[in-house]
């Protein structure tokens, strides 16, 4: 997959150089290419932002120089262009998954009032906010897309079990986790853990799966289909709760 980044901070995306996915960009598994939104000002004084029309607060990235660099990328290169800003639509497993069977995408990072309006009617395909919550600047942003789609490109994560059994890929989340000690502070790992029985242990699994589910975000449930099991799990944990 090739990732095109236009962003007025490229250092920012060194962090994208550390563990597996510095490893999948190492093999080339995956290729960035940064474009310094700076290097395509239109003026002397190097200008890439200027006054919102109106006035008001900030600055506003004019839509020349960011034209500018998304032409500098080769077309067939370009694939489909990608604004970060919290007026997008929320990232999601889902959207992480779709994202990364394209061969190709360029991501424009914002900063200060975002970008002029006229480039995101355009060039933009698809707006993407990370979360309700506002960013500094949108190359924060782009390193959580990168690195979340990242995973479900083959070869970046070695073992598939692992990005399959993941909070979300089977619409759950996961449940508790334990390594060494077996005692920590007089806390012990759950007993069934130690029993060596996989089949009680896969079934202690999707237990507490669904039992965190249910107690951290219960409209994730009604995106699948329970099993009878899981449903009589369910109908004990709300009689509890009630009690
Ligand atoms: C300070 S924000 C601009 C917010 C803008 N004034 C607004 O109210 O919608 C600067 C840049 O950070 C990025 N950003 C901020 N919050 C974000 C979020 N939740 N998801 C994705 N990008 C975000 C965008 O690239 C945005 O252009």
């Known amino acids: 997959?090739?990732?095109?980044?236009?962003?007025?901070?490229?250092?920012?995306?060194?962090?994208?150089?550390?563990?597996?996915?510095?490893?999948?960009?190492?093999?080339?598994?995956?290729?960035?290419?940064?474009?310094?939104?700076?290097?395509?000002?239109?003026?002397?004084?190097?200008?890439?932002?200027?006054?919102?029309?109106?006035?008001?607060?900030?600055?506003?990235?004019?839509?020349?120089?960011?034209e500018k660099s998304l032409k500098d990328i080769p077309d067939d290169l370009l694939g489909r262009v990608i604004n970060l800003s919290p007026q997008g639509k929320l990232l999601s497993h889902k959207k992480a998954k779709e994202l990364s069977s394209l061969t190709c995408i360029t991501i424009i990072a914002g900063r200060y009032e975002g970008i002029d309006e006229r480039f995101i009617s355009q060039y933009i395909h698809e707006e993407i906010s990370i979360g309700d919550f506002i960013l500094s600047g949108g190359e924060f942003a782009a390193l959580a897309l990168i690195d979340s789609l990242s995973r479900f490109i083959p070869g970046v994560i070695g073992n598939v079990r692992s990005v399959e059994q993941d909070s979300l890929s089977q619409g759950l989340l996961k449940g508790p986790v334990f390594t060494r000690p077996e005692n920590f502070n007089t806390e012990l790992v759950p007993e069934i853990l130690l029993s060596g029985d996989h089949q009680k242990i896969e079934e202690w699994r999707e237990n507490q799966a669904l039992i965190r589910t249910f107690e951290r975000r219960p409209e994730l449930l009604q995106n699948i289909k329970l099993t009878k099991k899981q449903k009589k799990l369910l109908e004990d944990l709300a009689s509890k709760r009630i009690l």
Do not use: C, S
């Open 1 to 66: 997959m090739k990732i095109n980044i236009i962003t007025l901070f490229p250092e920012i995306f060194e962090a994208l150089n550390y563990g597996v996915l510095g490893q999948a960009i190492d093999r080339e598994d995956i290729q960035i290419n940064i474009l310094n939104l700076r290097d395509y000002h239109m003026n002397k004084h190097g200008q890439v932002d200027d006054k919102p029309y109106g006035g008001g607060e900030g600055m506003v990235l004019m839509a020349e120089p960011l």
